[in-house]
């Protein structure tokens, strides 16, 4: 019984025989009982497998497609790319050099695209990913509403954190103010909302001194910071969970997403970082909402 299996025989358990424990499973064998009731799905909802290969693999970044997509014969390859959404449709056209006069492609029909994104997804065969909403809840579930747009908003932001520890120790004036200068005003809103609050992480020194003052660099610098905290944040959270996330980014950030992710939790650090990350969420809500 594959891994998968025994999720959907669990979310069957919830629906038809909600709190049983191992002995109702006395007749399978020992090491797929236990498999079943190792599995942490709540939900009662089976009919999710049916759709979720599509909803998953029109949600995914377009570099994870690639070497499925590169796997199919050339000539299904225009159908396939025209299946998916249209951000990833031109960013695959782009990575695979597809003429536009070959990427011209009809309009498909509803049952045509999930079609062509179940031959995609059954090639690329993901064996770690399950459905989001099978994902036994956590404080920062609130991250797989995000998509790679919003995901990298909030990687940039939580480097802010360190930019205020950094800029406590700056007494330059003109320094300070090619410091705010390089950073959009939500995130100079953001920083002097951390500066009034007192870190509570002793986290590596950003080494803002060596800053070339050059806008760019520093950006450059925030958004590597802010992948290092993701990666820490994410500590002790679910695998499958930590999959969808870094699967909604492109495989570069993910890979660095994954240097800094360990399966447990860090002792008195992640419940902070999950804390500061919940707290960025919100004002991030609070300044795009009407």
């Given at each position: 019984m594959t891994s998968k299996q025994s999720l959907l025989f669990k979310v069957l358990l919830n629906r038809f025989q909600p709190g049983v424990n191992a002995s109702f499973l006395k007749s399978l064998p020992p090491?797929?009982?236990?498999?079943i009731m190792k599995q942490t799905a709540t939900s009662q909802d089976a009919e999710i497998m049916l759709t979720w290969p599509y909803d998953l693999i029109t949600r995914v970044h377009y570099s994870w497609l690639v070497p499925a997509l590169?796997?199919?014969p050339e000539d299904l390859r225009p159908s396939v790319i025209a299946s998916l959404n249209p951000s990833q449709a031109v960013?695959?056209?782009n990575m695979l050099k597809i003429p536009a006069q070959?990427?011209?492609q009809k309009p498909l029909a509803d049952p045509l695209k999930k079609f062509m994104c179940n031959l995609l997804f059954r090639r690329w065969n993901p064996q770690d990913a399950m459905p989001g909403q099978y994902?036994?809840?956590t404080q920062l579930s609130p991250l797989l509403n995000l998509d790679k747009t919003q995901l990298v908003e909030v990687i940039n932001f939580l480097a802010i954190y360190d930019l205020a520890e950094a800029i406590r120790h700056i007494v330059d004036k003109k320094y300070l103010r090619a410091i705010y200068l390089a950073i959009d005003q939500k995130q100079q809103h953001f920083l002097r909302l951390c500066l009034h609050k007192k870190e509570k992480l002793a986290a590596p020194g950003l080494s803002i001194e060596k800053w070339d003052q050059k806008p760019e660099t520093l950006n450059l610098l925030l958004h590597?910071?802010?992948l290092l905290r993701l990666g820490k944040t994410l500590c002790g959270q679910h695998p499958s969970f930590v999959w969808h996330i870094v699967h909604t980014l492109d495989t570069g950030r993910a890979a660095t997403i994954s240097l800094y992710y360990r399966e447990n939790a860090i002792p008195n650090v992640s419940p902070l970082l999950i804390q500061q990350i919940l707290s960025l969420m919100n004002f991030l809500t609070q300044k795009t909402d009407p």
């Open positions: 090491d797929e009982s236990q498999e590169q796997e199919m960013g695959l056209r070959t990427a011209e994902l036994p809840p590597r910071r802010g």
